[in-house]
């Protein structure tokens, strides 16, 4: 399996999208596609895909239906923008905490509100994640490695809350997020060990 950090290095805009059994996903990238192989893993907003083909400028993704129906809406047509990652190569730094590019679940964003320099961005997740997400953890929205601040379990649903710094708002897609957004989520590999050591005991 691919491991990434959920540090983002660059945002890729979906150019072209064309059906062929699985969809065929163009994206633009500033990486220097001239050093990433045929076969490579690249996280797409959270989600490992392998690079088929590539051109200067362009690295292009065979994303299947099974795909496209566990992850958010809208990440695969023309526009599209999308945080991308690198795999982790042996030897180089962990930024973030372990991402594995598999998204648990689709969350969305409920609200946005500044908070100093900072906005403070709250996410309703599926009941089916929520046991996995606790404050100070980190989980993996849209392939970005963040912190939980908080966590409140309400009649309408869990929601937790996340601070976005201006870096990061910057240098990845929540700069240009809005409310109602659909989210990919991966919950952190730790969480995950820990409530099935917790089941068995």
């Not at 929205?141 to 309400?154: E, I, K, Q, R």
Request: charged content about 20%.
């Amino acid at each position: 399996p691919h491991m990434f950090t959920g540090i983002i290095t660059d945002i890729g805009t979906v150019q072209d999208v064309e059906s062929r059994g699985d969809l065929r996903v163009s994206v633009a990238t500033t990486y220097d596609t001239a050093g990433i192989a045929i076969g490579a893993s690249v996280a797409c907003s959270g989600v490992c895909l392998t690079v088929v083909a590539k051109a200067p400028g362009l690295l292009h993704f065979d994303v299947s239906a099974e795909t496209r129906r566990r992850t958010a809406a809208g990440m695969w047509q023309p526009g599209a923008r999308l945080n991308l990652e690198r795999a982790l190569k042996v030897g180089d730094e962990l930024g973030g905490h372990i991402v594995t590019g598999h998204v648990d679940a689709v969350g969305q964003i409920i609200a946005i509100d500044p908070e100093g320099d900072s906005r403070r961005f709250t996410f309703r997740l599926p009941a089916e994640i929520a046991p996995y997400v606790a404050p100070k953890g980190s989980i993996c929205l849209n392939g970005v490695s963040l912190t939980v601040n908080s966590v409140v379990d309400g009649p309408d649903g869990h929601d937790f809350t996340v601070n976005i710094i201006p870096h990061t708002a910057e240098w990845t897609t929540f700069g240009s997020a809005a409310a109602g957004d659909a989210v990919n989520m991966e919950i952190d590999v730790l969480a995950r060990y820990l409530f099935r050591m917790k089941q068995l005991a």
